[in-house]
């Protein structure tokens, strides 16, 4: 129980990391690099926060339950999204998109998705799938 715990402190650190930058009072000055450099940033955190999630859960599960760890690190991360959009619409200046939603779900999906390749790949090396 207490190992399952200290596993969840990088989610919860990178949770807390994204709930602190979205916090920041928006300015009027654009700092973009180029267009939709924060969708990349927004997948980039978003994948990081799914990975996080799949780290805490992966060591307790079966092969056969990859499929529900990945499902959840993919809830979870979308869910936190949602719910850091709607945080900023308190914050001033700035807001919420239905676009960084998006960029949310396409960052954490491509992480889970990767990790079911991984872990089917690896499971096919052993003969598990074969």
């Known amino acids: 129980m207490k190992a399952a715990l200290v596993r969840m402190i990088p989610m919860l650190c990178v949770m807390g990391i994204i709930f602190i930058l979205s ?5 009027d000055e654009d700092r973009s690099l180029f267009p939709g450099d924060d969708k990349i940033a927004h ?12 780290a805490s859960f992966a060591p307790d599960i079966r092969k056969s339950k990859s499929t529900i760890v990945v499902g959840l690190a993919f809830i979870v991360s979308l869910l936190y ?5 709607f945080h900023q619409s308190f914050i001033p200046g ?6 960084d939603i998006l960029a949310d779900a396409a960052g954490a999906g491509l992480i889970c998705v ?5 872990v089917k790949r690896k499971a096919q090396r052993k003969g598990v799938y074969s």
């Open 23 to 27: 916090h920041q009072p928006g300015t």
């Open 94 to 99: 700035r807001f919420s998109s239905g676009a």
């Open 43 to 54: 997948m980039i955190v978003y994948g990081v926060l799914a990975a996080a999630v799949i």
């Open 81 to 85: 999204g949602i719910s850091d959009e």
């Open 114 to 118: 990767t990790w079911l390749v991984l």
